[in-house]
Each structure stands twice: as structure tokens, then as C-alpha cells.
């Protein structure tokens, strides 16, 4: 068995309070969430402060913590609005605060000194001396450059101080820029990555325009397939836990701030039970690969590689012919509570359409999905519905197997079969 020393946290992504229960129910020891500002995920529906204290106090209760973003890289104008936000996030005591800028990180040293302070994978962290040079500046943890092998890594590891903790991302998407510092979403329509805004021009499809030829669109072949150039396939480690955890990683981070509850519901449950399975023994992780392969495949995805841990990527690591996610399951809800007033029957707000007698699949924390069949659907007046074509609507349903509070509710893609 791994010694308890090793045992690495699983930190998961939340955009918003509900997925943040979600996160913790399906096996966070840990989630990442953003504020309303500050965060480089803008577009995620990020937390208010009620929201956050509330979500803070429920991963708590659970046995999780909570680290909130404050990652951007700040001009002279974001300072004096840091600072109130620092000392509102000091009342709330998160965790920790994930911080790439350094005047962001004095600053939030000097008004919340009580809270860790974890250096955010943007401020290009590839070298152990960049670790110590943070830790002397009272950061616990470092999150590693997404550029770095498993090799460099454990290298990492052997020339800090024992208790300099790494973080390294483990799954989700990849960007085609250093350490993500990209411009192209902010020379292309304005909005700046590096402050939150990216619209993913990495996955646009691109063409050259000859000076003299406006107009004329001649197409960029990667290959004889197609012109996404810059499309990265995902990242997923799922099938090296033993390695990931042999080079000193204490924090195995899921990228993801702006999926469904679907998605970080598939992807904690599934890291969660290879972790544990392999912590318990390396036979039995071993034995459940193709169960870990065929869960984590029903999230969206951009197709998997490994990233740069095996060495740096080569031309299998990108999609060239489309920028499409592979998407196997829709997610359709998650189980508020039972309905008290129909027996059998549970409450939850819609997120994609069903219909009375489809088979749909209950996902259950624990690891097991139960099919069952839609028996039939009511509205807020209990007037009969044979179908759920409203999203967010809130319905009270029933199936042949009842579902608790908190199971995730999907259906396969029939687009997939």
C-alpha cells in the first residue's frame, strides 16, 4: 500500500455552486472555483460572494476544500479593486488562493496571510529553483507548466523542501500557447486570455490570404486531413496513476471551470476510483483499466493524449479535420430532492430533452449506473408531460428505480449511435 504521505489530492474544477456540490459528492478532495472577478475564466458563471461562502462552507462540511482563483495577469487599474477583493476572500477563508501575478501575490500575503497562497501554472513554472523561489516567499504550493515531463517533475521533487507541494494538471483541455499566455483571442476580437476572456481560436479553422489576392482563401494542410492547425487533443492520465504519483505530484488537477455537471461528475468519480484502487493495490488498479477507459470516455472531449509528460508532442497530438467534441452522454439533471408530495416520484431542474419511456442512466457517486425507464413526467401543476423539450424547467418525475438526491441523470447521444 502507498504510504499515506504520497496519497495525492484530487482538485477538481467548479463554475458555479450546484457543479461545486457535484464536484465534492463525486469524490473531490478538493475544488477550484473564480469570483466574480479576477479569475481567468470569464465566462464561466463564477461564484458570488454568497455563492462562495456557501459553497465554501458545504465543501467543508464534506470534508473538501475550497481554492479560489485570483490568476490574472493585473494592470495598475486592477489593483485597488485586488485589494478589496482580498480582504472580502479573508473573511470568507477559502483554503487557498491560486495567483499567477506577483504584486497580486504580496498583496494578498499582506491582507490574508492566514490563507495558502498556490502559484498559478500561468506565471511559467518549469524549473525547481522557480519553485524555491516561491517558496521562500511563503507559497505552499507551485502549479507545475503544462510543458513539463514526468522526468523534469520528478526532478522537481527531489531538489525542494519536502513540504513544497506540486500541483500539475492531470486532464482536460490543452493550450497551444506556453504556459496558456496566449494572444490570439485578444489581437482576433479584443478579448485578452491572459484576463479571462479567451474565445479558443486555437480550435478556428484557418486559411492564408495572399496581399495581393484578398479575398482568396487558400487552405493551411497540416496534413491531407484537414486545417485545425492549432486543435490540441485533451489530456487524460487516467491510465498512469502509478507514474503520476512515483514523481512526487501531491495535487492531480482537473481542467474544466466551464463544463456541465456531467462532465466533472464523470471525471472525479473516475479519478477518484482509480486513485483509491490503486492506493488499495496495484492489481486491482490494473483490473479496472477498462472500466476507468469506458467512464471517462461518456465526458466531452477533444480525443485524448498524454500532453508533454511522456516528452514533447508530436503531430498525433493534434485534430486536424474538425474541432467538434466528442460528446457520448447529454446531461439531463441532477436529482434535487424527493417529492413530497408524489411517492416515488424526485425534483429536478431539466437540462436537455427526455421523454416518457426513454431508458436514461442513473450515475451514482459511488461508481455504479443503474438504467432505468422515464414512467412519466409532471410539471410544477402536476399536469402530465410526455416529453421535457424546456431546458431548466422543473419537473417532477418518476422511473422504474428511483433515484436519490444528488445522482446524476444522462442519456447516450443517439447522435453517437
Not at 492549432?230 to 463544463?259: H, Q, T, V, W
Not at 490494473?286 to 514533447?312: D, L, Q
Not at 508530436?314 to 457520448?328: C, L
Amino acid at each position: 500500500m502507498i504510504s499515506e504521505r504520497r496519497k495525492p489530492e484530487l482538485l477538481v474544477p467548479a463554475g458555479s455552486l450546484d457543479v461545486l456540490k457535484t464536484a465534492v459528492n463525486y469524490g473531490a478532495d478538493a475544488v477550484f472555483i473564480g469570483g466574480e472577478a479576477f479569475s481567468l475564466r470569464a465566462k464561466a458563471t463564477n461564484f458570488s460572494s454568497q455563492d462562495m461562502a456557501e459553497g465554501i462552507k458545504y465543501a467543508h462540511d464534506h470534508g473538501a476544500k475550497v481554492h479560489v482563483t485570483a490568476n490574472i495577469l493585473a494592470h495598475n487599474y486592477d489593483l485597488e479593486a485586488a485589494r478589496e477583493y482580498f480582504k472580502e476572500l479573508k473573511e470568507l477563508k477559502p483554503d487557498a488562493l491560486i495567483i499567477a501575478d506577483p504584486g497580486m501575490f504580496m498583496m494578498a500575503r499582506e491582507i490574508c496571510p492566514e490563507i495558502e497562497i498556490h502559484v498559478s501554472t500561468q506565471a511559467n513554472n518549469t524549473n525547481y529553483e522557480t519553485y524555491n523561489f516561491w517558496y521562500g516567499l511563503g507559497a505552499k504550493r507551485v502549479v507545475a507548466a503544462r510543458e513539463l515531463s514526468l522526468v523534469e517533475l520528478k526532478q522537481i521533487r527531489e531538489n525542494i523542501p519536502e513540504d513544497k507541494e506540486i500541483e500539475s494538471f492531470i486532464h482536460g483541455a490543452m493550450c497551444i500557447s506556453y504556459s496558456g499566455r496566449c494572444l490570439l483571442s485578444n489581437y482576433f476580437v479584443g478579448r485578452d486570455a491572459n484576463r479571462g476572456a479567451c474565445t479558443h481560436p486555437c480550435r478556428w479553422k484557418y486559411a492564408v490570404v495572399e496581399e495581393q489576392r484578398p479575398g482568396v482563401y487558400l487552405p493551411v494542410y497540416e496534413n491531407e486531413r484537414g486545417t485545425y492547425i492549432f486543435n490540441s487533443k485533451d489530456l487524460c492520465m487516467i491510465e498512469y496513476i502509478p507514474e503520476l504519483i512515483d514523481a512526487g505530484i501531491d495535487s492531480f488537477k482537473i481542467e474544466g471551470r466551464m463544463k456541465t455537471a456531467l462532465y466533472v461528475a464523470t471525471v472525479a468519480r473516475t479519478y477518484r476510483k482509480a486513485i483509491d484502487d490503486y492506493l488499495e493495490s496495484e492489481e486491482k488498479y490494473r483490473a479496472n483499466m477498462e472500466w476507468y477507459r469506458e467512464e471517462i470516455a461518456k465526458c466531452t472531449y477533444h480525443k485524448f493524449s498524454t500532453g508533454f509528460y511522456f516528452g514533447k508532442p508530436d503531430e498525433t497530438s493534434q485534430v486536424y479535420d474538425n474541432n467538434t467534441y466528442v460528446n457520448e452522454y447529454i446531461y439531463l439533471g441532477t436529482v434535487e430532492k424527493d417529492d413530497p408530495s408524489n411517492e416515488g416520484y424526485v425534483i429536478f431542474e431539466q437540462k436537455n430533452k427526455f421523454i416518457v419511456g426513454e431508458k436514461i442512466e442513473i450515475m451514482k457517486p459511488g461508481g455504479s449506473n443503474i438504467e432505468v425507464i422515464v414512467e412519466d413526467i409532471r410539471d410544477l401543476e402536476g399536469n402530465f408531460q410526455e416529453s421535457a423539450p424546456h431546458s431548466r424547467q422543473e419537473l417532477h418525475v418518476k422511473f422504474t428505480q428511483k433515484p436519490c438526491p444528488g445522482d446524476i441523470l444522462r442519456v447516450k447521444n443517439s447522435k453517437n449511435q
